[in-house]
């Protein structure tokens, strides 16, 4: 049974979108605001919202399609978050924002269900 002393995310203040001091300290961990030039094709997409986006799903453990309007689309939230966790970014922003990962461990997948065992 977790207890407030032994869920980590229990301790985390309530879900709130980033502050420009949390922004501004992950903004050199996030490889989409490095810059690379003129970007082509679709138009970008508001970096800040998506992390927005992402932290919210973690921290509620909702499925991405009941996030809020004011995130990202869910489909946008949940690609960036795949490619996050893959190369180790979202780990590294979760460190520099709350000083642990444990909000990683819990498996999550598109439609927000558990992955079977």
């Known amino acids: 049974m977790d207890t407030p002393a032994s869920n980590p995310l229990a301790r985390s203040p309530a ?4 502050t420009d001091e949390q922004w501004h300290l992950i903004v050199p961990l996030l ?3 490095k810059d690379h ?3 082509r094709g679709r138009p970008s997409i508001d970096i800040r919202c998506v992390v927005n986006s992402v932290l919210w ?5 909702k499925p ?3 996030m809020p309007d004011r995130y990202a689309p869910y489909q946008t939230a ?8 893959n190369s180790g970014v979202l780990a590294n922003i979760a460190f ?5 990962d444990a909000m990683l ?12 065992a």
Not at 57 to 61: D, I, K, P, R, S
Not at 96 to 100: E, G, V, Y
Not at 105 to 112: F, K, M, S, V
């Open 15 to 18: 879900i709130q979108d980033l």
């Open 31 to 33: 490889p989409e605001m």
């Open 37 to 39: 030039g003129p970007r």
């Open 57 to 61: 799903v973690l921290h509620t453990g």
């Open 64 to 66: 991405w399609h009941a």
């Open 78 to 85: 949940h690609r960036y978050y795949l490619r996050w966790k």
């Open 96 to 100: 520099a924002l709350f000083d642990t």
């Open 105 to 116: 461990t819990r498996p999550i997948t598109r439609r927000g269900y558990p992955r079977p």
